[in-house]
Structures are given as C-alpha cells and as structure tokens.
C-alpha cells in the first residue's frame, strides 16, 4: 500500500457527472485486487482537508482505473482533472472480494448500483480470468446513471441492466431484477456494490435462499489505513465489538455478517 | 562549521523525557502506532501518543462518526478501543521493539478508572509517560470532562501523581475560560508536562434530514481551522507555566510546528494530518530542520519561545 | 397554491421587532451600512447592525489589523470608529432615509460609557435595538470583556435594560466555558434577545520576524472555520432560553444560515461573507427563499428550532 | 465600481513568477481610472477566503489588465488561471493618481519598485494623454524583477531601470537613481508604487527638495471598499484620527500627508 505522490493521470472519459480516470502508477496497479479501493487527494494544498476513498476500477502493471460519480466538493473538483495532471494517491487499501479458483466453471451475480458499479468490473475481469462465469447487474434511478454500460458489454459480460425510471432496461430496482434472474440461475456466490438500502435488500434476498454473498460497503472515511475508527459498520464475529473498520477489515463483508441498523 | 538538515540538533528536552525531536504524533490519530508502519519509519518519530485507552474494551459511538467542515474535521469516535489488558497483551510488545518513545492516552469514566488504567500500565514496561485525557469532548453529554474545571482537574492530577510512577503529560480542554486557570491547576497538582489542545465541541447539521451530521449529535473540530486558536492557548499557557508545554492544533507543516515552539511549545503533537499524509510527523520534523538550516539555527530548542510580543 | 422563492414568507419575529427576513449583517462587517449601498439594496436586508461604537471617536490598534488563516480571518480592528455623536449626526439621517431595521453595536470601556452611549442614543430616532458588545477580544488584554463571566454579563445587561427606552440584543463571547451560563445571566437580566458568536480569541504568528502577524498581539478569528463551533453554541443556548436568539459564525450561504435557524436561531447575522461579496447577505436570504421554494416551506420560520437530536 | 462577477481573462503573459491578464471587463475597463485597483477572487470556491487587491496595470472601453508578482498562496492560484477562464473581480476601487491638465507640457516622474510598477503604465499613458512627459523609473533587485521594462520601451516612455545587483541599468537602489535624475530634471511630480522602505526614502527625497509627489500605498485588505478597516495607514490630515483606510482614501496619497513608523 504505498503512497503515489505523483501519479499520472493518463486519460479521462465523462458522461455527464460521471468520470473515467485512467492513472499511471505500477506500484499500485501491479498489487490491486478487486474490491480494493484508494485514498485520493481530491484538491491540491490543504482544501478540502481529508482524501476520498474510491474503489479500483480496474488495474494492470502499469497502473489503475477509477470511476466516479460527482457527490459534493471533492468529487467535483478532482472531476476537474485533466490528463497530465499528477493525482496523490494512498493504496490499494482494504481487504477485496474473494474469487478464487473455488468459483471456476460457476457462475457469479454481479450486482451494481449507480456508482456501486465501479469496483465490479475489476472483480468480472477476475472472476473471468478463474474460469467463473459473471453475471452482471447494473443498476440506476434513470438511463445517464448506468453510462458503464456499453463497456460491461464490450468486454462480453453477461449485462442485465436496471432503471428505477424504466428509461433503460428492467423497468424497477436492480434487486427486483435480481430476484427475477435468481429463478432461472443459481449462482455459486452474489458480489453487490451499491446504496444501503440496496445491499440490505440484497442481502435479505441472499439470505433467503441460503446463497452465499459479499457486500461492498461504503463509509465516510477520515484515514484508509485504519487508524481514525471513522469508518465502522456493524458487522457480526468481527473485531471491535461489533464496530468494525470498513477501511480495514472491509470494505468487503459476507452478507450474513452484516448487520443493519 | 555551516548548518546542516543533518547537523541540525532537533532533539527536545522535556526534563523527564528526551525526544529525539519534537514531534509526537496526537492520540487518537495514529492508531495504535503499528497502523503506520508501512507509511513511514517509526523510529524517526519524536514519540508516538497511542489511541486514548480505558481500563477495558469500549464500543465507541454509532456512526457516522466523522464529518469535514471548512479545513476542519469533526469528530465523535466516543474512545472505540480495546482496553489497557488487550493494549498491553498485543500491541506493547511490538512497540517496546521500536526505537520511539511510547505515550499512553489515559481515559477513564470517572477518577477510578484513570487510577485503575494507570496502576495497570504502571505494572507494564516500555513506556515513556501517561497523558491524561481529561479532556474528550465525545464521551459525556455536551463535552462535559474533568478539564473544564480546575477543581477537578486539580483533584484528579493530584490523584494520578501520586499513584503513577511514570511522569504525567495533563491534556487540556481549549472549552474554557480561561485555559491559563486549569493550567496552573495541573502544574499545582504536579502534572509534568501539559498538552494542547485537545478538539473544540462542535456541530454539524445536516438540512435535508434534520438531523447532526455526527451520530453522538457533537464531536470534536480539529485541523487548521482552529490552529489560530490553538496556538493563542500554547502562547498564553507557556507564558504562565513552569511545566513544559506540548502544542497542537492543526499542525500540517514544519513552519507550523515552529510557530507553535516560537510561542512556547517545547514538543508538539501532529494529529489530523496523519490522515491526510500517513508520513505527515516525519515530514513536519524533517521540515523543521530545513528551517533551521536555512536560517542557520544548530538546535531547534533555541527557537522555543521566542515569539517578541512588544 | 405551490409554494414558490416569491411566496415564501421570509420574515422573522423577534417579538421586539419584526425583520423582512432574518438576515443581519454582522456588526464591524458592513460598516455603517451606506458603504453597501453600491453594491446591494439596503432595503433587501432583514437588518443592519451597524459597526461597534462607544461614545467618542477611538484609534483603533495599529496594523497589521487582519491576516487570513485556513477559511477563516483574524482581525484586531480595536473598534477604531467615530463615535456616537458623530454617528448621530452624519450617518443616521442617512438611514433613516433607507428602510430597514437598523441595530446599532454598543461599547464601552467600562460600563458607564455603555449607558452614556445608550442614554445618548436613546434621544435619537430610527433605531430598532441596539446590541451589546460586550464581547470584543481586540480591545482589553488578553481578550478580557464582560461577556466572559456571568456576573459582569448580568450586572452590566441589568443597568443598561433599566436605562435603555429600546430593545436589547446581548452578543455573546465564544471564549466561554459555558456560553449557556452567560446566556441565562444575560436573561435574567432582562435582555430581549441573545446573538452569537463573537469572534475567537486567536494568535497568527510570523515565523521570519518572530512577531505576531497582528500589531494587538491576539485577534478574533471568524468565518467557515469557526461555524461548527458556533453553530454548536447557537444549538445549546437556544435549547435553554426563552429570550430569542441570533446566530452567527462563518455564514456564507443560505443552506449556512438554515443549520442556524435548525440549530434555534430566529435570525442570523452574515459577518466575514460580506468582505468576500458585498452582496452576500442578500444571497443568502434569496438563497434561504430558494430552498424553502424547494422543500414546499411556506415560512421560513418553521425551521426555527426542528434539529431533531434524538 | 460593479461587481463583475464572470471577466474573460483573454489573454495571459508570464516571465517566470510574473503575470499579465488582460481580462474582458467594459463596465470595470470604462471606470478606472490610473492608481484605482480591483478586489480579485484568486481562488474557486472559499478557498482562500479574502479577495486580494490588485492595481490596475491598463484599461480601456474593453476591459483592464492586471500585472501581478506571486507573492503567496492567493497570487500563486491566480497564475493558474488560463485564457477563457472567467474572474470574479470588484472595481474599480479606491481614488486614483492626479494627472490632470495642470501637467500639460511638463515633466513627471514615475517611480516603480518591483511589482510595484503595475499602476504605473495606465498612469503613464494617461499622462502622455494631457500632454504631460511621463519619465519611469523601474527598478528591482535582479533584472529578473523588471519584465516590463520592454513594454514601457515600446511604449516610447523614458525609463530608466535600475538593479540591486547590477544586473541590468543602474546598479543600486532606484531611489538613488532618481535622486542622480533630479540633478539633471525638475519634475513637476514624483508619482511612486513599491516596498514601505522605497516609498519611505522617496518621501524624504521628495520632501528636501519641496518637490510634490503621490504615493500609491499597499495593505492587507479585508474588504477593498471601507468596510473593515483593515487598511489603515497613518495619514497626515486624514478622516478617522491618524488610521486612514487606504482603501477608500487612498491607495494614492500625497507623499507629505503620508506619516511613516
Ligand atoms: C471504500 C469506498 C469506495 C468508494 N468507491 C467509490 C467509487 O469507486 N466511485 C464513487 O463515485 N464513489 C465511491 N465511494 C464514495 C465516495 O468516496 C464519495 O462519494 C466521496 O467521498 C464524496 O466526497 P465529496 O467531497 O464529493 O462529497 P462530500 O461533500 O464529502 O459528501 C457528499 C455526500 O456524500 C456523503 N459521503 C461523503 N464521503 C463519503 C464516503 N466516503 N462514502 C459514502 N458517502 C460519503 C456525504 O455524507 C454527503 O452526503 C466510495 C466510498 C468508499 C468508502
Ligand atoms: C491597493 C493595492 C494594489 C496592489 N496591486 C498589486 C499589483 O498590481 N500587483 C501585485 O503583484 N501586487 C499588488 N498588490 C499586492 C498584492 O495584493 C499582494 O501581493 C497579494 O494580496 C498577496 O496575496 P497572496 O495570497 O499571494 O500572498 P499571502 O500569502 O496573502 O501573503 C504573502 C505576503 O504578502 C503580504 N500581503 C498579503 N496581502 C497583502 C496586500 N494586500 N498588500 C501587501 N502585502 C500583502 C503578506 O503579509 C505576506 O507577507 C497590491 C496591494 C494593494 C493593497
Ligand atoms: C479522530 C480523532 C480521534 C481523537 N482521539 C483522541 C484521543 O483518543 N485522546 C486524546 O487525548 N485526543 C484525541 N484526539 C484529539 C487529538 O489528539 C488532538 O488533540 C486534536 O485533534 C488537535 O490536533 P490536530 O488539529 O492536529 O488534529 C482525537 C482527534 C481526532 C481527529
Ligand atoms: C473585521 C471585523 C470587525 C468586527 N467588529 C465587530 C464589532 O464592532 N462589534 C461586534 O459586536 N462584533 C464585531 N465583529 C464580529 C462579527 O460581528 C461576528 O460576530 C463574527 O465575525 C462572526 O461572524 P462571521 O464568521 O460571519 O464573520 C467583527 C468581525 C470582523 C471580522
Ligand atoms: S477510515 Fe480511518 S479507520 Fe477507517
Ligand atoms: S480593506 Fe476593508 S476597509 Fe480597507
């Protein structure tokens, strides 16, 4: 986990607020595994004061991917980035999803909601490379939040898209499309990135018919590296009676261990 | 012979304790110390002030526990930790193999717990010197805390002094009055050292829920929006005190640090930064003795008060 | 009938006075208020709290009178004005031609020259209340001023309240242990309404002459970096009171001014956001309006009080 | 004096640390006069918080240009400015030199320190405009600190340069330089823009040899437009008992009504 002080930022694509970002940085990208994620420097000097915390992308030797959404000032401003720029970056930071070998010849649900998209492709490609089978679901409220979607296809991913709105695809929550496509498949496991009140309906559905699954969280976060307890969630037989750092010992959690308040 | 960053003597006396240079990391900040390992060398540090630790384990307050205001950051962690006996059975061992000296945060629910953690800790090696808590803004209702007080804060030091066999670092409240009376309350009481500031009681309101932003409704504001502040408490205190005096409060830079050694500061303790810059207090010294070198000044204790207020 | 920004009923009661809406601008940050007039409609603002004034004309301290620091701004103006007769004469003919409420900042240096400027004033016409500083940091050492202990407050409030035919407006010092005790001290004696915060005692220090960056020494730090602290103060003392109270501390936007009013503020003051925009208190309160439009509040003075903390 | 809250910056000159913006402006361009500044917002958002103070280099029906030495944080966000970005500027601010017909015909001495010749080039031009002969002096400490030099040349002003160092023109303090001037010219104005310690020993000059002169003034400033009195300098004859905000009264004042500590 290293920290790139000056890591370049070769090449960014937008759709409206949302935002590519391909970065050069070996040390990072060779040691990423799906479900990591990275603290950026979103501003230059002290403003705002804290890094963000965005998930991997993607990544390779020479470096990695990220993909966010605008949510407030930090966002906004590193979305002002232009190619050439040098990004700060700490990571990959946190412990990722699983998918190992366990899975090959099996299929896996991806499931993303909105920017909860992000981590999921990294994982596909994974999860590919160990001869499982991805499935993915991508959901948003209307057709510009899921603007990934000619990607996931491109790469030859199973794609079931969602809209809240109907603009695009299953007309309803990615959930309720998940549920759906669970008639028809039984996966061997559930990957889901998204809104909490996304991956607790998830996880009920999971739960429910016993399939084993893993949750990426989301927190506001002061550190990344574990030392701030900023970042707890609720999560069973972990440590920390019961508040566990998501930086640290997530962001990544079996469903069954989460708990919702 | 010329200055030097190398030759620079960076090393602070606090008369029961030398640092290798003034730079401690602020409690609660950096961890436990081992978090931060792999970001810079520990051993380069003038001193590491562990997490803020009670007798036992503690839950801390529900989140979300962390909030960013204008070069600030409130926050209501409420002492998440894992308690004296767990500290002392994981975590010491592996700090007394670091070439650093080790501060213990003391906290404690009321005056028994603080005598009962340091009695424990007493019975426990390597570490340098307790500095007590006194002053959390995030565990009782509306900051409520022995240091808001000189009488208790007086009680309470009185009482640690003459349990403890390790020399005592009081941490002050900058919620008050006069931070100058509670102070004098501490060094009458026989604390070694003082060290401010601890965080400003402070709210976040979030407009579209109605609700604080912080799940314990106040928490603690640190960062550079209230080094100004700050640094007026260190000024005033080590104007009065004969004890040393830490300073915190928004650290990010070695010139920083030096304005708060100019106004007083013998050590200082560099807190929020550490999450912006994992290797922020080594950079914050190593800055130091770049000032010193281009400002030809041999030792960077000469610079400790001398801030010309006429 | 939708609500809509030209519908929403903006005005805020104070009970001794009705406001168009519930932005002030802050005292010692719009000057008299006439210097504004190129840049906004006076008539647009809920109120002007006019700068700081004592009986004579005052010097002020020598400069440098300001520095910044991280989102914030110390300033050590030392209340340099021209003095109620002064004040009387050329400028409050000119704002009683303007019609908006006009607060005037009272001073002193002991407490026979506030009741000698509230005697005086209270012979003058188109004034609406005026508002007791009696927590300026610049003037006295070290920041010493009434608002400091509840004594003092509840003393100088009481004799000014018998004296004065006008409403009174306490403005509080932040530099208090408890700001709720001298909130209640200042209602006990009578006073209509409470406003909060003053500046932070603060110390800006210059690393290469080794001198304070303000001529007074200490300062009062204001703006972004400080309203978490305030907005923090505005929620306890408008949780005890009955009288109403007035919050402020790093105002800039309208969504800025709503945490106070959640937090209990009836009205606001915009103080350092004004050196920035000249025009931004009227911002604020258009903002204000906006997103009442945007959440189908009819009044603004709904939002008064509703954080729910619970 | 509007608030412009969104002035094209059209085009941008640099030598090293130095900055020239010439910024689309007509309502502030057709106001200002010579010796009046603009309150600028060198940052996006409250970052930094203060407008800094910046005179007018040049103006016209257009717009204005500003000449600028990065002195700090503000100054150093304000040089990341490129062509197209839009400022947020007040102005024109303050009460101006004096050059009216009186100096028709005559001799004016213009005395520029370092960044401190930025006011002087409008001043120049407007002096030549009522038929007065404008002679600059610009000096700095290397020649690195003189950039304009070649402009006020192309413009057909006298100017004599001087260089701490030598390095360029007269070697010493430019106050000595004019000092040698005045041997050989008696100006009918000694206009002056620079660091405390020239405009104080300019003052002096000046003074023994009963010649009138205007000096522009430098502060920290809160406001710009006399709301703070955070500006104040001791000003002989002044509003405001001795502390007058140069601001509002100034930046320009008769050197003989300007008290120095
Ligand atoms: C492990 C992890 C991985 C993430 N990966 C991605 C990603 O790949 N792409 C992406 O677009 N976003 C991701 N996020 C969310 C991203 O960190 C936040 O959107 C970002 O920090 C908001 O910062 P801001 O300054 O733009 O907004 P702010 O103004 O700081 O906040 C805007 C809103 O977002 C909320 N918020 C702030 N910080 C966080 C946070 N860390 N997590 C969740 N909500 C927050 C605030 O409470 C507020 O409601 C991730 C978060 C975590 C914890
Ligand atoms: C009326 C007026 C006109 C000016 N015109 C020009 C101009 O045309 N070109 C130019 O390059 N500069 C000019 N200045 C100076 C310019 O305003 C400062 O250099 C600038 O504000 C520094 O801001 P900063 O954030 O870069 O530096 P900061 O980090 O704010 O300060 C850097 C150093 O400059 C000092 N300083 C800060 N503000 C001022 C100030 N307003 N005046 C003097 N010193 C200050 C600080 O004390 C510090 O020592 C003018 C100043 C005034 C008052
Ligand atoms: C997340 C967080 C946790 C903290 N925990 C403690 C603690 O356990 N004990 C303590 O004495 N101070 C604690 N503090 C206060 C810091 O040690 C320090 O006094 C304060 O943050 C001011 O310094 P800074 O502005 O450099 O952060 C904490 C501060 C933060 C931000
Ligand atoms: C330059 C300056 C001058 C001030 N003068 C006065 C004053 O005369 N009387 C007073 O009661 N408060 C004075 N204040 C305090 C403000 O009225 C206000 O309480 C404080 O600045 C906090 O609000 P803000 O953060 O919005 O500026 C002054 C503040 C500033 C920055
Ligand atoms: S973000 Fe600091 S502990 Fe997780
Ligand atoms: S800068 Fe505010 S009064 Fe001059």
Redesign the interface.
């Known amino acids: 986990m290293p920290i790139e002080r000056s890591a370049r930022l070769r090449e960014v694509r937008s759709w409206d607020d949302h935002f590519l970002f391909s970065v050069d940085a070996p040390a990072v990208g060779k040691e990423a595994r799906p479900g990591q994620f990275v603290m950026v420097k979103v501003g230059e000097g002290a403003f705002p004061l804290l890094r963000r915390p965005l998930g991997v992308h993607d990544a390779g030797p020479e470096g990695f991917e990220l993909f966010f959404r605008v949510a407030g000032q930090g966002t906004a401003l590193l979305a002002r980035r232009k190619p050439g720029d040098l990004l700060d970056v700490i990571g990959p930071l946190g412990k990722g999803f699983t998918a190992g070998r366990g899975l090959a010849g099996r299929t896996a649900f991806l499931v993303g909601g909105g920017r909860g998209i992000a981590p999921l492709y990294f994982l596909a490609r994974a999860l590919t490379g160990v001869g499982a089978r991805p499935v993915v679901f991508y959901g948003g409220r209307t057709a510009a939040d899921v603007p990934l979607r000619d990607k996931f296809a491109a790469a030859g991913f199973e794609l079931h898209l969602s809209t809240d709105d109907g603009s695009l695809g299953f007309a309803g929550f990615v959930t309720s499309l998940v549920e759906r496509e669970l008639g028809r498949a039984e996966p061997a496991m559930v990957y889901a990135c998204g809104p909490d009140p996304m991956m607790k309906a998830l996880a009920a559905i999971t739960a429910r018919r016993g399939l084993p699954s893993e949750l990426s969280l989301e927190s506001v976060m002061g550190c990344g590296i574990g030392a701030c307890w900023g970042c707890v969630h609720r999560i069973k037989g972990g440590t920390g009676d019961g508040w566990v750092k998501i930086c640290e010992e997530g962001p990544v959690f079996p469903g069954e261990r989460v708990l919702w308040p | 012979m010329a200055v030097t960053a190398k030759t620079v003597d960076l090393t602070a006396d606090l008369g029961f304790l030398k640092l290798r240079n003034p730079v401690l990391t602020a409690s609660?900040?950096?961890?436990y110390g081992l978090?931060?390992g792999?970001?810079l060398d520990l051993e380069k540090l003038g001193g590491i002030v562990v997490?803020g630790l009670y007798y036992g384990?503690?839950?801390?307050n529900p989140?979300?526990?962390?909030?960013?205001?204008?070069?600030?950051?409130?926050?209501a962690?409420g002492l998440?930790g894992?308690g004296v006996e767990a500290f002392a059975a994981k975590v010491l061992p592996e700090l007394r193999r670091i070439d650093t000296a080790v501060v213990v945060n003391v906290c404690g629910a009321d005056d028994d717990e603080y005598a009962a953690v340091v009695e424990f800790l007493d019975g426990q090696e390597g570490i340098a010197a307790y500095e007590l808590n006194i002053s959390c803004p995030n565990v009782k209702k509306?900051g409520a805390c022995p240091a808001?007080?000189p009488r208790t804060t007086f009680d309470l030091v009185k009482r640690l002094k003459a349990a403890s066999r390790r020399p005592l670092i009081t941490k002050l409240s900058p919620?008050?009055?006069s931070i100058v009376e509670i102070a004098l309350a501490a060094e009458e009481a026989g604390t070694d050292a003082v060290a401010l500031v601890n965080t400003?009681?402070?709210?976040?309101?979030d407009?579209e829920?109605?609700?604080?932003k912080l799940g314990n409704?106040?928490g603690g504001?640190s960062?550079?929006?209230?080094?100004?502040?700050a640094?007026?408490m260190v000024?005033?205190v080590a104007s009065r005190l004969k004890a040393p005096v830490i300073g915190m409060g928004?650290i990010?830079t070695g010139?920083d640090a030096?304005?708060f050694m100019?106004?007083g500061a013998a050590a200082v303790e560099v807190g929020?930064a550490?999450?912006?810059?994992?290797?922020a207090a080594v950079r914050v010294a190593d800055e130091m003795a770049r000032?010193c070198e281009s400002h030809g000044i041999a030792a960077v204790r000469d610079v400790v008060g001398?801030?010309?207020?006429s």
């Open positions: 609660g900040t950096f961890g978090e931060f792999p970001y997490k384990p503690r839950e801390g989140p979300p526990r962390l909030v960013e205001t204008p070069s600030g950051l409130i926050n962690i998440q894992i509306e808001l007080s919620n008050v009055t400003f009681l402070a709210l976040a309101v407009l829920t109605r609700r604080p409704v106040y504001l960062g550079p929006a209230i080094k100004p502040i640094l007026r000024h005033q928004g990010m010139a030096l304005e100019m106004a929020t550490s999450f912006v810059d994992p290797d000032w001398t801030l010309k207020t």
